[in-house]
């Protein structure tokens, strides 16, 4: 579905992804783990449009995408949700949620909001409450929530349980299995490398602006360095 | 003749009123998505000395003058506005203060054209030239009791008046608009709006050149209602001035810069009586604004008690 090829992204003359390629099976969930400055987010904003790679491709359903402006991109059908619940705090809830719809023209978008509402009761109940108000977990369903409301094929998460307590992390997780049996592709990134690695199906291991190791989740769970690394164990 | 408590300069005070309220508007939109332009008295160059030549060289007749005007001044902010907004904060504001100077410069320089650093003088104003038409027509003022300068104070202090109205009115409504939340948006956040799908870029371009047109119709009124322009009536202190009335009204909501702008423009009237020391009361009045509204005399949470207030006097 996506296909990311040798894709070099630069930070004025800093590289910060030297090569790097993944590939996002349809309806899978896929995680991208690595250590702070690894390169996810520059990655993650390289494939939603906010940055632009200097060299390499990346194709979606077959289509070039690399190079198109984020809005131009999100109507194709991938919605990010940026790093550190970037809502927007002096809008309501439901201003929020309306915002996520912004690139549609089509009717369904009252339907949608319902039907996310239902799925996030807390939003409902919140929904004429400023954005700002919310608790950090709640910031954090109502940036997914948004996000949704394109209606996207794949979603991109960056680090989305950054800062939040443990059972609110499951939380999260929990609202990432059940967005991927909803049937959309999900491309994640993530410190929690263990919750992260049990919801995926493959797993790409990022370190300095490069793919150093990757497979199928259950067999890296095993590995020998990932388990030294990133699972402090051995 | 005439009722005496008609006072063409009181009239005059409040068409000035007026125009600056366009250009606290002009402030205002491009505030709305978290930009600080200090370009706008430049834009204000633009609209006023187009209108001026158009109607003094080419016999332009006045509105189209001045709806050109502010078509000049907004393609002006598009060609400033797509290099300038990749910078912001401070940068922005300094970018933009130095176009306005750029502009102002050329004005100086271009002396075929501009007239140089004396300006252009026997520009057409507005409520001379409708004296004129109605007299033509077979009205006079006198009919009803009105001297020549009584009548053309008012009829610039209406047509002033309406357009202030207008354009106040067009950009209330705006902010409810789709491109009103989508400026809210960027002000707010541009990386969550970027992720929403908004295009960022071009709705900042978008409001920095409503800024630059609006400021360029307040300048063309200006031209037609001053009838001579030069280029030291667009320098940073008027820059500075508009700046001043979202700074001290409120730059939250549209309604802050606009009674910032009627309110600032009325004060020195008002200080006649103790004229001495006006600019110490103004600076005291800034001073303690700062202190005590860092946010501007008016602010949402203020327009939504006024809002309940009414309500609760009607029930």
Known sequence: MLEVREVETFHGDIQALKGVSVSVPEKSIVSIIGANGAGKTT???????????????????????????????????????????????R???????????????????????????????????????????????????????????????????????????????????????????????????????????????????????????????????????????????? | MGPEWINPYHLQVASF????????????VTLATGQLSLGNAGFMGIGAYAAALLSTRYGCPIPAGIVLGGLFAGIAGILVGIPSLRLS????????LGSGEVLRA????????????????????????LLSRAREAGFAPESIGLRNNQFIGISVFLILFVCAFLAVLFFL????????????AIKLDEKAAEAAGIPVTYYKVLAFSQGAMLAGFAGALYAHTTSFVSPSDFTYHR???????????????LLGPVFGAAFLTMLPEALRSVSDYRDILYGILLVLTMVFRPQGVLDPPLLRGFARFRRKGKA
């Open chain 1, 91 to 234: 809008l309501t809830v439901r201003e929020n949620l309306e915002m996520g719809a912004f690139v549609r023209k089509d009717p369904g978008v009252a339907a949608d909001m319902e039907r996310l509402m239902d799925r996030f009761p807390i939003l409902r109940e919140r929904q004429g409450q400023l954005g700002g108000s919310l608790s950090g977990g709640e910031q954090q369903m109502l940036a997914i929530a948004r996000a949704l409301m394109s209606s996207p094929r794949l979603l991109l998460l960056d680090e989305p349980t950054l800062g939040l307590a443990p059972l609110v992390v499951s939380e999260i997780f929990r609202t990432i299995r059940q967005i991927h049996a909803a049937g959309t592709t999900v491309l994640l990134v993530e410190q929690n490398v263990k919750q992260a690695m049990k919801v995926s199906s493959c797993t790409y291991v990022l370190e300095t602006g490069r793919i150093v190791l990757s497979g199928p989740s259950a067999e890296l769970l095993e590995e020998p360095r990932i388990k030294a690394s990133y699972l402090g164990q051995g």
């Open chain 2, 239 to 253: 820059a500075v001035e508009i700046l001043v009335f979202a700074v001290f009204g409120g730059s939250e909501h």
């Open chain 2, 89 to 96: 904060g401070v940068y922005l504001a300094i970018a933009t």
């Open chain 2, 173 to 184: 409504r705006l902010g409810r608009t789709r491109v009103g939340r989508a400026y809210a």
């Open chain 2, 17 to 28: 009123a007026f125009i600056n309220v366009i250009l606290g508007v002009s402030i205002y």
């Open chain 1, 43 to 89: 990655l993650l904003r390289t494939i939603a449009g906010a940055l632009a790679p200097r060299s390499g491709t990346v194709s979606f359903l077959g289509e070039p995408i690399a190079g198109l402006p984020p809005h131009r991109i999100l109507r194709r059908g991938i919605a990010l949700v940026p790093e550190g619940r970037a809502i927007l705090a």
């Open chain 2, 106 to 129: 050329v004005l100086v320089n271009w002396e075929s054209l501009t007239g140089g650093a004396v300006g252009i003088a026997a520009i057409p104003q507005m409520g001379r030239v």
